[in-house]
């Protein structure tokens, strides 16, 4: 059983179009994230949810928008993609006190041409 | 503001001991974390330090030091399996996120 899963794995899209990123965690964990990987291997914190709220949100533009319809599931919607959305986009999902640690789902490459 | 350094790059021999260090810069801290990160996959948790200290775990080693805002992970015996990234990140107090670090890239040589 995957713990976390996101589809797709692989998304290739051209500049302009809308795309959504879907994310479901199977550990009963309360909150969910959704991280950013660049080309330089940084991870970002784009958003997370405590019990279907937005808790934080990063300066990331609006074109992007967590949904959540429930506690297992955080989807990733992003409007008017831009060629510097290319990058692996990571969910996970933890606990919501610290020690327990970040379990990821496999990433989603997106690519846009 | 809060920053995690930590080396871009290391080189190893199979067998042999690694260190990779990390400092971190704040604005509250809880602890810290190590990840692993094959190349292509997603991360993966290998350790958690609250207290000073170093905490053993198998072939792998995670220390800290809370008032040097400093942390390493020791890897022994290294196999060629242990090339990948390792990701330093601080669990902030109040953020309810993890801060990463750019991550050390680990390359494990024959």
């Known amino acids: 059983d995957t713990a976390v899963s996101q589809t797709p794995k692989y998304l290739v899209t051209q500049m302009g179009n809308d795309k959504s990123i879907k994310c479901e965690q199977n550990?009963?964990?309360?909150?969910m994230y959704w991280y950013k990987q660049d080309s330089k291997k940084f991870l970002k914190i784009m958003f997370s949810?405590?019990?279907?709220?937005?808790?934080i949100n990063e300066t990331v533009p609006n074109r992007f928008s967590p949904k959540s319809p429930d506690k297992a599931h955080l989807n990733l919607h992003i409007n008017s993609l831009e060629l510097g959305d290319s990058a692996v986009y990571f969910c996970?999902?933890?606990?919501?006190?610290?020690?327990?640690?970040?379990?990821f789902g496999s990433g989603t490459r997106l690519t846009v041409v | 503001g809060q920053n995690i350094d930590q080396p871009t790059e290391m080189t190893a021999t199979e067998g042999a001991i690694v260190q990779i260090n990390c400092t971190y810069q704040t604005s509250g801290f809880n602890g810290l974390f190590w990840y692993q990160q094959h190349a292509g996959e997603a991360p993966t948790f290998l350790s958690y330090n609250v207290l000073d200290g170093l905490e053993e775990k198998g072939r792998f080693s995670s220390f800290l030091s809370r008032s040097k805002g400093y942390s390493y992970l020791l890897l022994k015996e290294l196999q060629m399996k242990d090339s990948a990234s390792y990701l330093c990140a601080a669990d902030q107090t109040g953020a309810n996120n993890l801060f990463f670090g750019t991550g050390t890239r680990l390359t494990v040589i024959p």
């Open positions: 550990l009963g964990h309360d909150t």
């Open positions: 949810y405590n019990n279907k709220e937005l808790i």
């Open positions: 996970a999902s933890s606990q919501p006190t610290g020690g327990y640690g970040y379990t």
